[in-house]
């Protein structure tokens, strides 16, 4: 894939998906500012925790995809095939990450979060994984334009 490639990929992913946690965000207000027991309810705290931890992760991931597509497009950042990985690591976590969230939160079984919250572990190290690949790239390619100076 070129460039170009992966930054369309994560444009469209980031615009996407920015467009479902901020629809969720919505819903949450929602059903806050109508009083809704399944929401709010204190038996509820940790589907509260995880319907909203599921919304702010979604919604700063859908920004993340979008300053990669800026990031992978970059001229700057064109040595070495670092997307090749960083690219799939960040859509994995993209859907694990707060899919995890809120499927713990839809599932909540005495007080505790569903089985679903198990994906965020692996969430987190796909993100964090990703993130160092392109703070590495850009690194070295600040290198290579302060060499060149």
């Known amino acids: 894939m070129s460039a170009a490639d992966y930054a369309r990929r994560h444009l469209t992913f980031g615009w996407w998906s920015l467009l479902v946690?901020?629809?969720l965000g919505i819903l949450l207000e929602s059903l806050h500012g109508l009083k809704v027991g399944w929401y709010l309810?204190?038996?509820?705290?940790?589907r509260?925790?995880?319907l909203t931890l599921a919304h702010a992760h979604g919604t700063?991931?859908?920004?993340v995809h979008l300053?990669?597509?800026?990031?992978a497009c970059?001229?700057?950042t064109d040595a070495g095939d670092w997307r090749r990985f960083a690219s799939p690591c960040l859509v994995a976590a993209g859907v694990l990450l707060p899919g995890g969230f809120l499927l713990g939160g839809l599932f909540v079984y005495g007080g505790d979060p569903g089985l679903g919250v198990l994906l965020v572990p692996a969430g987190?190290?796909?993100l964090l994984a990703s993130v160092a690949l392109t703070a590495r790239a850009a690194s070295a390619a600040?290198?290579?334009s302060r060499g060149s100076s």
């Open 41 to 46: 309810s204190v038996a509820n705290e940790s």
């Open 142 to 144: 600040a290198g290579k």
């Open 21 to 23: 946690f901020l629809t």
């Open 60 to 63: 700063l991931l859908a920004l």
């Open 48 to 50: 509260r925790l995880m």
């Open 74 to 76: 970059g001229d700057a």
């Open 124 to 126: 987190a190290a796909l």
């Open 67 to 71: 300053a990669f597509a800026a990031t």
